[in-house]
């Protein structure tokens, strides 16, 4: 493991641990969707990803 | 005074507000992506090594969780900005060359394609003016869980697990822009520092993520 990967390394577990107290915080106080917004996401996730699909072909 | 023209100063001022808000942040954001794509060219041209390019990343984030919360309020936050979004920029230096060097294409193409998604995604929230707030869990459950996988791949080094997580980036960093310009229009962000800050870190994740899939899927190897 060359020192790029250690300095990556670093970089990833610092962000895991200060993302952690958020995220926790996050899951405990935001609002619930109903399942249309769900829905709704979903829909547009769909259409990115198909987006995706058609800039691979592209290439 | 009359209570309904009370209502409509109060909610004319506050349309008002939103407006200026989303106009500071598209005008701040415009100008960052403009001096990250200098600071990116600067790098690819300087053959910036990948030590110097994690170190670049490393004080920008440094700046982003420690400098960026205290000077956001202030004007001091638009030079911390500008240098947070440079630092990132450089960072991007030798992706850019290695991408570069195998098909050119595969980089304009993932810059359209981010600047097309993101463009389709901030004019759908704004337009529609849904509210995204309930995204915020599973938005950062889902960049927990994706962090902690690249973590993991670096010891397990999977090109297929690699590319999960690229493609996990890319729908995560789609929930993440409709939740911040969602926010913006509905007043639960209010300072335009830190949803610019917020919207670049989407698109440039999203615009990494996608040159890795448009690399790893390119025909011209």
């Keep these: ?59 | 005074m009359n209570p309904n023209y009370s209502v409509a100063t109060h909610s004319s001022s506050s349309t008002l507000a939103t407006n200026k808000l989303i106009r500071n942040t598209y005008t701040l954001l415009s100008m960052t992506l403009l001096f990250s794509a200098g600071a990116a060219t600067a790098g690819v041209m300087m053959n910036l090594s990948q030590g110097m390019a994690l170190g670049a990343t490393i004080a920008a984030i440094a700046m982003l969780w420690f400098v960026l919360p205290r000077t956001a309020n202030s004007a001091v936050g638009i030079p911390v900005i500008f240098g947070i979004t440079g630092l990132l920029g450089l960072g991007l230096g030798p992706v850019l060359n290695y991408y570069l060097s195998v098909n050119p294409n595969i980089v304009m193409t993932a810059l359209g394609g981010t600047g097309a998604i993101f463009l389709g995604l901030s004019a759908y929230a704004l337009t529609t003016r849904k509210d995204f707030s309930f995204l915020a869990g599973f938005l950062m459950v889902g960049m927990f869980v994706v962090i902690g996988a690249s973590l993991l791949n670096i010891f397990l080094n999977i090109p297929v697990m690699s590319l999960a997580v690229s493609a996990a980036v890319i729908m995560i960093m789609s929930g993440f822009i409709l939740y911040q310009t969602s926010a913006m229009v509905n007043g639960g962000e209010t300072n335009y520092i830190m949803a610019t800050a917020s919207l670049f870190l989407s698109i440039i994740n999203m615009f990494q993520a996608l040159l890795h899939i448009l690399g790893a899927f390119n025909s011209n190897d």
Excluded: C, E, T
Excluded at chain 1, 32 to 40: Q, V
């Design chain 1, 1 to 59: 493991m060359d020192w790029i990967q250690i300095g990556s390394v670093v970089l990833l577990g610092a962000m895991l641990i200060f993302i952690f107290p958020r995220m926790r915080h996050a899951v405990k106080n935001a609002p619930k969707g109903s399942s249309k917004d769900w829905l709704n996401y979903l829909m547009i996730l769909v259409v990115v990803g198909l987006f995706i699909v058609f800039l691979v072909q592209m290439v």
